[in-house]
């Protein structure tokens, strides 16, 4: 099963800027028996995890962050850019491995002590995903895990995010 997701993933060099390799899902979740591949993979890591939110980082968290919510009959909460959410917010800033940017969430989005399930597409250098737990943890939450369709092992992300006590699960590794 691994094989056949990992095939349908297509990397594009020097993207966003030269020296980078991106790592395409587009070709992957446009095939519907890929995209439920790893929407399964999701569900059947967390089905038994009790969680109450799903937080999908933007944008492509969002993809399989509310089909996941979905199946295990969580809310959704979406971790966005500045300036895109219409009521009061918390932000948290970050660097990439191409510069730095925040996200935010909703200051009410999470009642205290709810289990958050933290989702994106990727996991790189680590930086969005522990501004996201960040973030969580600052409305009391409990971050459960942070869980990624792909890593990059050579950039290290999953030891900034481990460091602060949040257990790591990704699908494919390259």
Same mark, same amino acid.
Do not use: Q, W
């Given at each position: 099963?691994? $094989? +056949?997701?990992?095939? #349908?993933?297509? @990397?594009?060099?020097?993207?966003?800027?030269?020296?980078?390799? /991106? /790592?395409?899902? $587009?070709?992957?979740? #446009?095939?519907?028996?890929?995209?439920?591949?790893?929407i399964d993979f999701l569900y059947n890591t967390f089905k038994d995890k009790n969680i109450d939110y799903v937080a999908g980082i933007e944008s492509r968290g969002f993809i399989f962050g509310a089909p996941l919510a979905c199946k295990l009959n969580a809310g /959704?909460?979406?971790?966005?850019?500045?300036?895109?959410?219409?009521? #009061? @917010?918390?932000? !948290?800033?970050?660097?990439?491995?191409?510069?730095?940017? +925040?996200? &935010?969430?909703? &200051?009410?989005?999470?009642?205290? %002590?709810?289990?958050? *399930?933290?989702?994106?597409?990727?996991?790189? @250098?680590? %930086?969005?995903?522990?501004?996201?737990?960040? *973030?969580?943890?600052?409305?009391?939450? &409990?971050? =459960? +895990?942070?869980?990624?369709?792909?890593?990059?092992?050579?950039?290290?992300?999953? #030891?900034?995010? &481990?460091? @602060?006590?949040? !257990?790591? =699960? +990704?699908? *494919?590794? /390259?």
């Amino acid at each position: 099963m691994l $094989t +056949s997701v990992k095939d #349908k993933i297509r @990397t594009i060099p020097d993207y966003p800027k030269k020296g980078i390799l /991106f /790592f395409d899902i $587009t070709t992957a979740i #446009k095939d519907a028996e890929t995209l439920n591949k790893m929407i399964d993979f999701l569900y059947n890591t967390f089905k038994d995890k009790n969680i109450d939110y799903v937080a999908g980082i933007e944008s492509r968290g969002f993809i399989f962050g509310a089909p996941l919510a979905c199946k295990l009959n969580a809310g /959704f909460i979406p971790v966005r850019k500045p300036n895109k959410l219409p009521a #009061k @917010t918390i932000s !948290e800033s970050y660097e990439l491995e191409y510069g730095t940017d +925040s996200i &935010e969430i909703h &200051e009410d989005a999470i009642e205290p %002590g709810k289990r958050v *399930l933290v989702v994106d597409d990727l996991l790189a @250098t680590g %930086g969005t995903a522990a501004a996201a737990c960040k *973030l969580l943890k600052k409305v009391g939450s &409990e971050v =459960v +895990s942070a869980a990624f369709i792909i890593e990059l092992d050579e950039l290290n992300g999953r #030891k900034k995010i &481990e460091d @602060t006590g949040i !257990e790591v =699960v +990704s699908m *494919l590794k /390259f």
